[in-house]
Protein backbone atom coordinates (compact mmCIF):
# COMPACT_ATOMS: atom_id res chain seq x y z
CA UNK A 1 0.00 0.00 0.00
CA UNK A 2 1.09 3.56 -0.76
CA UNK A 3 1.29 6.15 1.90
CA UNK A 4 0.60 9.49 1.13
CA UNK A 5 3.60 11.71 2.68
CA UNK A 6 2.23 14.83 4.26
CA UNK A 7 2.40 17.83 2.97
CA UNK A 8 4.10 21.31 4.58
CA UNK A 9 3.67 25.39 2.93
CA UNK A 10 6.16 27.64 4.72
CA UNK A 11 5.23 31.20 4.28
CA UNK A 12 8.25 33.63 5.24
CA UNK A 13 7.25 37.79 6.01
CA UNK A 14 10.32 39.77 6.55
CA UNK A 15 13.94 40.29 6.21
CA UNK A 16 16.48 38.48 3.92
CA UNK A 17 17.38 36.68 7.71
CA UNK A 18 13.62 35.26 7.48
CA UNK A 19 14.16 33.79 4.07
CA UNK A 20 17.17 32.15 4.65
CA UNK A 21 15.71 30.55 7.91
CA UNK A 22 12.54 29.32 5.79
CA UNK A 23 14.69 27.74 3.76
CA UNK A 24 16.00 25.82 6.80
CA UNK A 25 12.80 25.62 8.40
CA UNK A 26 11.77 23.60 5.15
CA UNK A 27 15.22 21.63 5.26
CA UNK A 28 14.07 20.40 8.55
CA UNK A 29 10.60 19.32 7.07
CA UNK A 30 11.72 17.58 4.18
CA UNK A 31 14.23 15.47 6.56
CA UNK A 32 11.52 14.48 8.77
CA UNK A 33 9.95 13.46 5.79
CA UNK A 34 7.19 16.07 4.89
CA UNK A 35 6.99 16.91 1.10
CA UNK A 36 6.67 20.37 -0.26
CA UNK A 37 3.31 21.18 -1.02
CA UNK A 38 4.17 23.17 -3.93
CA UNK A 39 6.38 20.59 -5.51
CA UNK A 40 3.24 18.12 -6.61
CA UNK A 41 1.92 18.63 -9.62
CA UNK A 42 -1.16 21.24 -9.38
CA UNK A 43 -3.82 18.39 -9.51
CA UNK A 44 -2.45 15.88 -6.69
CA UNK A 45 -2.69 19.09 -4.29
CA UNK A 46 -4.90 19.47 -1.76
CA UNK A 47 -6.34 22.51 -0.40
CA UNK A 48 -4.10 23.41 1.53
CA UNK A 49 -0.73 21.64 2.77
CA UNK A 50 -1.01 19.17 5.86
CA UNK A 51 1.25 21.71 7.81
CA UNK A 52 1.56 25.49 7.32
CA UNK A 53 4.71 27.01 8.53
CA UNK A 54 4.42 31.33 8.89
CA UNK A 55 7.89 32.46 9.57
CA UNK A 56 7.06 36.16 10.86
CA UNK A 57 8.60 39.83 10.68
CA UNK A 58 8.35 41.47 13.35
CA UNK A 59 9.74 44.84 12.61
CA UNK A 60 6.32 46.76 11.28
CA UNK A 61 3.19 47.66 13.00
CA UNK A 62 1.23 45.78 10.20
CA UNK A 63 3.48 42.41 10.82
CA UNK A 64 0.55 41.69 13.55
CA UNK A 65 -2.42 42.17 11.44
CA UNK A 66 -0.97 40.93 8.46
CA UNK A 67 -0.34 37.39 10.92
CA UNK A 68 -3.47 37.38 12.64
CA UNK A 69 -5.30 37.67 8.97
CA UNK A 70 -3.65 34.79 7.73
CA UNK A 71 -4.05 32.87 10.87
CA UNK A 72 -7.71 33.55 10.53
CA UNK A 73 -8.34 32.65 6.69
CA UNK A 74 -6.95 29.46 8.29
CA UNK A 75 -9.25 28.49 11.34
CA UNK A 76 -12.46 27.32 8.66
CA UNK A 77 -9.96 25.12 7.52
CA UNK A 78 -8.46 23.54 10.77
CA UNK A 79 -12.51 23.56 11.71
CA UNK A 80 -12.92 21.45 8.75
CA UNK A 81 -9.57 19.74 8.86
CA UNK A 82 -8.49 19.22 12.49
CA UNK A 83 -5.40 17.14 11.21
CA UNK A 84 -4.42 20.16 9.47
CA UNK A 85 -1.11 21.58 11.64
CA UNK A 86 -0.37 25.85 11.93
CA UNK A 87 2.92 26.21 13.17
CA UNK A 88 4.26 30.53 13.85
CA UNK A 89 7.92 31.19 14.05
CA UNK A 90 10.26 33.80 14.04
CA UNK A 91 10.63 37.50 15.43
CA UNK A 92 6.75 37.74 16.33
CA UNK A 93 6.65 34.11 17.67
CA UNK A 94 9.59 35.33 19.95
CA UNK A 95 7.94 38.44 20.52
CA UNK A 96 4.26 37.50 21.53
CA UNK A 97 4.70 33.88 22.85
CA UNK A 98 1.73 32.56 24.12
CA UNK A 99 -0.86 35.51 23.03
CA UNK A 100 -0.32 33.79 19.56
CA UNK A 101 -2.14 30.95 21.35
CA UNK A 102 -4.49 32.48 23.10
CA UNK A 103 -5.55 34.96 20.04
CA UNK A 104 -5.32 32.01 17.46
CA UNK A 105 -6.12 29.15 19.48
CA UNK A 106 -6.24 26.79 16.61
CA UNK A 107 -2.29 27.38 16.29
CA UNK A 108 -0.69 24.18 17.33
CA UNK A 109 2.77 25.08 17.36
CA UNK A 110 4.37 28.15 18.42
CA UNK A 111 8.70 28.76 17.88
CA UNK A 112 11.17 31.36 18.72
CA UNK A 113 14.27 32.66 16.41
CA UNK A 114 16.77 30.84 18.73
CA UNK A 115 15.27 27.20 17.98
CA UNK A 116 13.67 26.89 14.87
CA UNK A 117 15.08 23.33 14.89
CA UNK A 118 12.64 22.22 17.36
CA UNK A 119 9.95 22.30 14.81
CA UNK A 120 9.32 18.71 13.63
CA UNK A 121 9.30 17.78 17.06
CA UNK A 122 7.08 20.31 18.19
CA UNK A 123 4.62 19.27 15.61
CA UNK A 124 4.87 15.68 16.77
CA UNK A 125 4.33 16.63 20.46
CA UNK A 126 1.34 19.04 19.40
CA UNK A 127 0.14 15.67 17.32
CA UNK A 128 0.49 13.29 20.24
CA UNK A 129 -0.68 15.45 23.22
CA UNK A 130 -3.42 17.15 21.11
CA UNK A 131 -2.71 20.55 22.60
CA UNK A 132 -0.88 23.70 21.37
CA UNK A 133 3.20 23.16 21.84
CA UNK A 134 4.91 26.73 23.01
CA UNK A 135 8.62 26.53 23.07
CA UNK A 136 10.73 29.74 23.33
CA UNK A 137 14.16 29.91 23.97
CA UNK A 138 15.86 33.17 25.05
CA UNK A 139 19.48 32.61 23.80
CA UNK A 140 20.79 30.99 20.61
CA UNK A 141 22.11 26.96 21.09
CA UNK A 142 22.94 26.02 18.18
CA UNK A 143 24.05 28.07 15.18
CA UNK A 144 21.21 27.86 12.21
CA UNK A 145 23.89 26.78 9.36
CA UNK A 146 23.86 23.19 11.08
CA UNK A 147 20.58 22.78 9.93
CA UNK A 148 19.48 20.97 6.87
CA UNK A 149 18.68 23.63 4.46
CA UNK A 150 16.03 23.56 0.88
CA UNK A 151 17.36 25.94 -1.22
CA UNK A 152 14.83 28.48 -3.06
CA UNK A 153 17.59 28.61 -6.25
CA UNK A 154 20.04 26.38 -8.14
CA UNK A 155 22.40 29.34 -9.19
CA UNK A 156 21.51 31.62 -6.04
CA UNK A 157 22.05 30.97 -2.54
CA UNK A 158 22.45 32.47 0.88
CA UNK A 159 25.20 32.14 3.50
CA UNK A 160 24.93 33.53 7.41
CA UNK A 161 28.27 35.03 8.94
CA UNK A 162 26.30 36.17 12.33
CA UNK A 163 23.20 36.12 13.70
CA UNK A 164 22.16 38.90 16.54
CA UNK A 165 22.88 42.35 16.66
CA UNK A 166 24.87 44.40 19.79
CA UNK A 167 23.50 47.63 18.24
CA UNK A 168 21.09 49.09 20.83
CA UNK A 169 18.67 51.35 18.56
CA UNK A 170 15.52 52.91 19.79
CA UNK A 171 13.54 51.85 17.32
CA UNK A 172 14.38 48.48 16.56
CA UNK A 173 13.24 45.21 18.22
CA UNK A 174 15.45 42.94 16.53
CA UNK A 175 18.25 42.86 19.03
CA UNK A 176 15.83 41.34 21.98
CA UNK A 177 14.25 39.14 19.48
CA UNK A 178 17.12 37.77 17.72
CA UNK A 179 20.05 38.37 20.90
CA UNK A 180 23.87 39.45 21.17
CA UNK A 181 25.50 38.88 18.03
CA UNK A 182 27.15 35.40 17.46
CA UNK A 183 29.81 34.99 14.96
CA UNK A 184 31.07 32.09 12.67
CA UNK A 185 34.03 30.81 12.15
CA UNK A 186 36.16 32.36 9.18
CA UNK A 187 36.84 28.91 7.67
CA UNK A 188 33.48 27.77 8.49
CA UNK A 189 31.73 30.17 6.21
CA UNK A 190 34.31 29.36 3.29
CA UNK A 191 33.53 26.05 3.73
CA UNK A 192 29.88 26.24 3.44
CA UNK A 193 30.32 29.02 0.34
CA UNK A 194 32.57 26.26 -1.66
CA UNK A 195 30.05 23.45 -1.40
CA UNK A 196 27.54 25.58 -2.29
CA UNK A 197 29.65 26.60 -5.31
CA UNK A 198 30.26 23.07 -6.07
CA UNK A 199 26.47 22.36 -6.32
CA UNK A 200 26.02 25.06 -9.14
CA UNK A 201 25.60 28.24 -7.18
CA UNK A 202 27.17 31.42 -8.74
CA UNK A 203 26.04 33.85 -6.52
CA UNK A 204 26.51 34.43 -3.09
CA UNK A 205 25.01 37.18 -0.06
CA UNK A 206 26.66 36.95 2.79
CA UNK A 207 24.05 37.63 5.45
CA UNK A 208 24.17 39.23 9.27
CA UNK A 209 22.11 41.67 11.66
CA UNK A 210 24.69 43.97 11.19
CA UNK A 211 27.86 42.17 8.54
CA UNK A 212 30.97 44.85 8.83
CA UNK A 213 30.76 44.05 12.92
CA UNK A 214 32.01 40.22 11.78
CA UNK A 215 34.87 39.57 13.95
CA UNK A 216 33.94 41.27 17.08
CA UNK A 217 33.27 38.01 18.88
CA UNK A 218 36.93 36.87 17.99
CA UNK A 219 38.38 39.84 18.65
CA UNK A 220 39.42 40.87 14.80
CA UNK A 221 37.92 43.94 13.64
CA UNK A 222 39.26 43.85 9.92
CA UNK A 223 37.96 40.30 9.72
CA UNK A 224 34.77 41.35 7.41
CA UNK A 225 37.07 42.79 4.76
CA UNK A 226 39.53 39.91 5.03
CA UNK A 227 36.28 37.63 4.47
CA UNK A 228 35.26 39.29 1.58
CA UNK A 229 39.13 38.99 -0.17
CA UNK A 230 38.76 35.31 0.88
CA UNK A 231 35.88 35.33 -1.10
CA UNK A 232 37.21 36.23 -4.19
CA UNK A 233 39.64 33.66 -4.34
CA UNK A 234 36.76 30.80 -4.43
CA UNK A 235 36.71 29.40 -8.21
CA UNK A 236 33.50 29.55 -9.78
CA UNK A 237 32.52 31.77 -7.63
CA UNK A 238 31.04 34.98 -10.04
CA UNK A 239 29.13 37.37 -7.70
CA UNK A 240 29.19 38.18 -3.98
CA UNK A 241 26.50 40.43 -1.92
CA UNK A 242 26.22 41.32 1.91
CA UNK A 243 23.31 42.80 4.32
CA UNK A 244 23.07 44.75 6.04
CA UNK A 245 26.11 47.15 6.93
CA UNK A 246 25.89 49.47 10.20
CA UNK A 247 27.41 53.50 9.60
CA UNK A 248 29.20 53.32 12.56
CA UNK A 249 31.41 50.25 11.97
CA UNK A 250 31.92 50.55 8.39
CA UNK A 251 35.87 51.32 7.93
CA UNK A 252 38.02 52.00 4.74
CA UNK A 253 39.56 48.06 4.75
CA UNK A 254 35.83 46.94 3.57
CA UNK A 255 35.53 49.89 0.56
CA UNK A 256 39.26 48.44 -0.42
CA UNK A 257 38.54 44.82 0.11
CA UNK A 258 35.21 45.61 -2.19
CA UNK A 259 37.32 47.89 -4.90
CA UNK A 260 39.64 45.00 -5.05
CA UNK A 261 37.87 42.05 -5.39
CA UNK A 262 36.32 41.55 -8.74
CA UNK A 263 33.72 39.16 -7.79
CA UNK A 264 32.62 41.16 -4.84
CA UNK A 265 29.48 43.10 -6.25
CA UNK A 266 29.70 46.97 -6.77
CA UNK A 267 26.18 47.53 -4.83
CA UNK A 268 26.05 48.70 -1.27
CA UNK A 269 23.21 48.82 1.03
CA UNK A 270 24.18 51.32 3.81
CA UNK A 271 20.73 52.02 6.13
CA UNK A 272 20.59 56.00 6.95
CA UNK A 273 17.43 56.15 9.31
CA UNK A 274 17.38 60.05 9.60
CA UNK A 275 19.36 62.85 8.38
CA UNK A 276 19.30 64.47 11.49
CA UNK A 277 22.05 64.66 13.91
CA UNK A 278 19.63 65.04 16.72
CA UNK A 279 17.67 62.40 15.63
CA UNK A 280 20.12 60.19 14.82
CA UNK A 281 21.42 60.44 18.66
CA UNK A 282 17.67 59.96 19.58
CA UNK A 283 17.50 56.49 17.65
CA UNK A 284 21.21 55.56 19.29
CA UNK A 285 22.38 55.31 15.92
CA UNK A 286 26.21 55.98 16.88
CA UNK A 287 27.10 58.27 13.55
CA UNK A 288 26.10 61.35 12.10
CA UNK A 289 25.06 62.61 9.14
CA UNK A 290 28.39 64.11 8.12
CA UNK A 291 30.17 60.46 8.75
CA UNK A 292 27.20 58.99 6.63
CA UNK A 293 28.55 61.28 3.70
CA UNK A 294 31.90 60.29 4.26
CA UNK A 295 31.00 56.79 3.53
CA UNK A 296 29.49 57.20 0.52
CA UNK A 297 32.16 59.85 -1.03
CA UNK A 298 34.51 57.38 -0.27
CA UNK A 299 32.82 54.59 -1.84
CA UNK A 300 31.91 56.70 -4.95
CA UNK A 301 35.61 57.46 -5.25
CA UNK A 302 36.89 54.23 -5.32
CA UNK A 303 34.21 52.37 -6.93
CA UNK A 304 32.55 54.86 -9.51
CA UNK A 305 29.61 52.89 -10.62
CA UNK A 306 28.54 51.59 -7.37
CA UNK A 307 24.79 51.83 -6.57
CA UNK A 308 24.09 53.00 -3.03
CA UNK A 309 20.80 51.58 -1.42
CA UNK A 310 19.23 52.60 2.18
CA UNK A 311 16.45 52.36 4.45
CA UNK A 312 15.30 55.97 6.12
CA UNK A 313 12.65 55.93 8.77
CA UNK A 314 9.84 59.21 8.19
CA UNK A 315 8.51 60.65 11.56
CA UNK A 316 10.35 59.44 14.47
CA UNK A 317 9.32 60.57 17.92
CA UNK A 318 10.27 63.84 18.55
CA UNK A 319 11.09 65.01 13.96
CA UNK A 320 10.76 68.47 13.42
CA UNK A 321 10.20 69.80 10.10
CA UNK A 322 14.00 70.97 10.35
CA UNK A 323 14.99 67.57 10.89
CA UNK A 324 12.90 66.24 8.29
CA UNK A 325 14.66 68.80 5.92
CA UNK A 326 17.95 67.51 7.22
CA UNK A 327 17.44 63.93 5.62
CA UNK A 328 16.23 65.18 2.37
CA UNK A 329 19.17 67.09 2.54
CA UNK A 330 21.28 64.38 2.99
CA UNK A 331 19.47 61.80 0.40
CA UNK A 332 19.98 64.53 -2.52
CA UNK A 333 23.41 64.19 -1.11
CA UNK A 334 23.96 60.84 -1.30
CA UNK A 335 22.16 60.36 -4.87
CA UNK A 336 20.71 56.79 -3.57
CA UNK A 337 20.11 54.41 -6.71
CA UNK A 338 16.77 53.61 -4.35
CA UNK A 339 15.59 53.81 -1.07
CA UNK A 340 13.33 51.70 1.58
CA UNK A 341 10.76 54.07 3.33
CA UNK A 342 9.35 53.37 6.09
CA UNK A 343 6.71 55.76 8.40
CA UNK A 344 7.40 55.12 11.95
CA UNK A 345 4.95 52.75 14.03
CA UNK A 346 5.22 52.04 17.58
CA UNK A 347 6.93 49.01 18.38
CA UNK A 348 6.07 47.75 22.21
CA UNK A 349 8.94 46.65 24.16
CA UNK A 350 11.19 49.73 22.34
CA UNK A 351 12.55 52.49 23.81
CA UNK A 352 10.94 54.67 21.27
CA UNK A 353 7.30 53.76 22.40
CA UNK A 354 7.43 55.43 25.13
CA UNK A 355 9.16 58.69 24.19
CA UNK A 356 6.98 61.77 23.71
CA UNK A 357 6.57 63.96 21.16
CA UNK A 358 5.14 61.15 18.84
CA UNK A 359 4.57 62.74 15.48
CA UNK A 360 0.98 63.02 14.55
CA UNK A 361 0.06 60.64 11.28
CA UNK A 362 -0.98 63.43 9.02
CA UNK A 363 2.26 65.02 9.42
CA UNK A 364 3.97 62.07 8.87
CA UNK A 365 2.35 60.70 6.08
CA UNK A 366 2.72 64.57 4.32
CA UNK A 367 6.50 64.13 5.30
CA UNK A 368 6.88 60.47 3.54
CA UNK A 369 5.37 61.49 0.22
CA UNK A 370 7.69 64.55 -0.28
CA UNK A 371 10.36 62.14 0.54
CA UNK A 372 9.48 59.49 -1.96
CA UNK A 373 8.74 62.14 -4.53
CA UNK A 374 12.51 63.19 -4.15
CA UNK A 375 14.05 59.88 -4.21
CA UNK A 376 12.00 58.96 -7.30
CA UNK A 377 13.33 62.00 -8.96
CA UNK A 378 16.63 60.41 -7.95
CA UNK A 379 16.09 56.80 -9.02
CA UNK A 380 14.81 58.18 -12.23
CA UNK A 381 17.72 60.14 -13.02
CA UNK A 382 20.16 57.52 -11.96
CA UNK A 383 18.86 55.11 -14.30
CA UNK A 384 18.49 57.21 -17.23
CA UNK A 385 21.82 58.02 -16.62
CA UNK A 386 22.67 53.83 -17.69
CA UNK A 387 20.91 54.46 -21.01
CA UNK A 388 23.04 53.26 -23.88
CA UNK A 389 25.39 51.38 -21.13
CA UNK A 390 26.14 47.33 -21.85
CA UNK A 391 25.28 45.57 -18.10
CA UNK A 392 26.31 41.78 -17.45
CA UNK A 393 22.84 40.43 -16.15
CA UNK A 394 22.05 37.29 -14.40
CA UNK A 395 19.28 36.01 -15.43
CA UNK A 396 16.84 35.46 -12.48
CA UNK A 397 13.25 33.40 -11.67
CA UNK A 398 10.95 35.70 -10.22
CA UNK A 399 12.15 39.20 -11.10
CA UNK A 400 9.74 40.46 -13.58
CA UNK A 401 5.85 39.79 -12.99
CA UNK A 402 5.09 41.24 -16.64
CA UNK A 403 7.76 38.92 -18.72
CA UNK A 404 4.96 36.85 -20.20
CA UNK A 405 2.98 39.71 -21.01
CA UNK A 406 5.81 41.67 -22.49
CA UNK A 407 8.21 38.74 -23.60
CA UNK A 408 10.55 39.94 -21.90
CA UNK A 409 13.17 38.22 -19.48
CA UNK A 410 14.89 39.54 -16.17
CA UNK A 411 17.30 39.61 -13.63
CA UNK A 412 19.97 41.88 -11.75
CA UNK A 413 22.93 43.32 -12.94
CA UNK A 414 26.23 43.50 -11.32
CA UNK A 415 24.74 47.23 -9.61
CA UNK A 416 21.90 44.61 -8.47
CA UNK A 417 19.55 46.91 -10.55
CA UNK A 418 16.48 45.23 -11.99
CA UNK A 419 16.57 45.00 -15.89
CA UNK A 420 13.74 43.05 -17.70
CA UNK A 421 15.51 42.21 -21.33
CA UNK A 422 14.29 41.04 -24.59
CA UNK A 423 15.85 38.38 -26.67
CA UNK A 424 16.56 38.58 -30.26
CA UNK A 425 13.36 37.68 -33.32
CA UNK A 426 13.37 33.94 -33.44
CA UNK A 427 16.02 33.03 -31.05
CA UNK A 428 15.79 29.16 -31.39
CA UNK A 429 14.73 27.68 -27.71
CA UNK A 430 18.16 25.73 -27.48
CA UNK A 431 19.89 29.67 -27.34
CA UNK A 432 17.48 30.78 -24.87
CA UNK A 433 19.48 32.49 -21.86
CA UNK A 434 18.60 29.92 -19.09
CA UNK A 435 18.20 31.26 -14.99
CA UNK A 436 21.40 31.14 -13.65
CA UNK A 437 22.73 32.18 -17.08
CA UNK A 438 24.26 35.63 -17.88
CA UNK A 439 23.36 37.75 -20.56
CA UNK A 440 25.19 41.15 -21.86
CA UNK A 441 22.60 43.47 -23.05
CA UNK A 442 22.33 47.15 -23.83
CA UNK A 443 20.46 49.45 -21.65
CA UNK A 444 17.47 51.25 -23.74
CA UNK A 445 15.08 52.96 -21.19
CA UNK A 446 15.43 53.92 -17.53
CA UNK A 447 12.57 53.68 -15.55
CA UNK A 448 12.15 54.96 -11.48
CA UNK A 449 12.49 51.33 -10.24
CA UNK A 450 14.18 48.90 -12.79
CA UNK A 451 16.01 49.49 -16.47
CA UNK A 452 14.39 48.06 -19.66
CA UNK A 453 17.07 46.25 -22.19
CA UNK A 454 15.16 45.80 -25.76
CA UNK A 455 18.58 46.27 -27.53
CA UNK A 456 18.22 42.39 -29.23
CA UNK A 457 15.17 43.73 -31.01
CA UNK A 458 17.28 46.65 -32.76
CA UNK A 459 20.02 44.95 -34.07
CA UNK A 460 21.95 46.01 -31.01
CA UNK A 461 24.62 44.02 -28.13
CA UNK A 462 23.04 40.89 -27.32
CA UNK A 463 25.06 37.56 -26.40
CA UNK A 464 24.44 35.14 -23.65
CA UNK A 465 27.15 33.03 -21.72
CA UNK A 466 26.27 29.56 -20.28
CA UNK A 467 27.13 29.06 -16.78
CA UNK A 468 27.19 26.41 -14.09
CA UNK A 469 24.33 28.12 -12.09
CA UNK A 470 21.93 27.27 -15.13
CA UNK A 471 23.38 24.14 -15.54
CA UNK A 472 22.35 23.05 -11.95
CA UNK A 473 18.67 24.97 -13.00
CA UNK A 474 18.59 22.94 -16.21
CA UNK A 475 19.29 19.59 -14.48
CA UNK A 476 16.74 20.71 -11.83
CA UNK A 477 13.83 21.07 -14.21
CA UNK A 478 14.70 18.03 -16.25
CA UNK A 479 13.68 16.04 -13.08
CA UNK A 480 11.21 17.56 -12.23
CA UNK A 481 7.44 17.42 -12.71
CA UNK A 482 5.46 19.23 -15.06
CA UNK A 483 3.43 22.48 -12.90
CA UNK A 484 5.73 21.46 -10.01
CA UNK A 485 7.90 23.88 -7.95
CA UNK A 486 11.61 22.52 -8.83
CA UNK A 487 14.24 23.24 -5.93
CA UNK A 488 18.01 21.51 -4.71
CA UNK A 489 17.82 18.83 -2.75
CA UNK A 490 18.73 19.21 1.02
CA UNK A 491 22.02 19.91 2.04
CA UNK A 492 23.44 20.13 5.37
CA UNK A 493 26.31 22.12 6.58
CA UNK A 494 27.93 21.65 9.84
CA UNK A 495 29.01 25.19 11.72
CA UNK A 496 29.59 26.07 15.34
CA UNK A 497 29.44 29.48 16.62
CA UNK A 498 32.33 31.18 19.38
CA UNK A 499 35.12 32.59 19.09
CA UNK A 500 37.82 30.52 16.62
CA UNK A 501 40.46 28.34 18.37
CA UNK A 502 43.99 30.23 19.03
CA UNK A 503 45.91 30.24 16.16
CA UNK A 504 48.84 31.81 15.10
CA UNK A 505 47.87 33.20 11.87
CA UNK A 506 44.05 34.24 12.22
CA UNK A 507 42.94 35.06 8.38
CA UNK A 508 39.69 34.06 6.70
CA UNK A 509 41.56 30.83 5.78
CA UNK A 510 41.52 29.80 8.89
Known amino acids: MTVTPKTYDVRTHGCQMNVHDSERLSGLLETAGYVDLASLPPQDRGEVADVVVFNTCAVRENADNKLYGNLGMLRPLKQRNPDLQIAVGGCMAQKDRATIVEKAPWVDVVFGTHNIGSLPALLDRARHNEEAQVEILESLETF ?42 PGEILA ?115 AITTDIIVGFPGETEEDFAQTLRVVQESRFSSAFTFQYSIRPGTPAATMDDQVPKEVVQE ?51 LVHFSLPQHLPEAERPRPGDVVTVGVTYGAPHHLVADSALEGGTFAVRRTKGGDAWAALQEDGTEGAVAKPSVSLGMPRIGAPDPVEDAGCGS
Open 144 to 185: PSTLPTRRDSAYSGWTSISVGCNNTCTFCIVPALRGKEKDRR
Open 192 to 306: EVEALVAQGVIEVTLLGQNVNSYGVEFGDRLAFGKLLRACGEIEGLERVRFTSPHPAAFTDDVIDAMAETPNVMPSLHMPLQSGSDRVLKAMRRSYRSERFLGIIERVRERIPDA
Open 367 to 417: RYERLIALQEEISWSGNRAQEGRELEVLVATGEGRKDLKTARLSGRARDNR
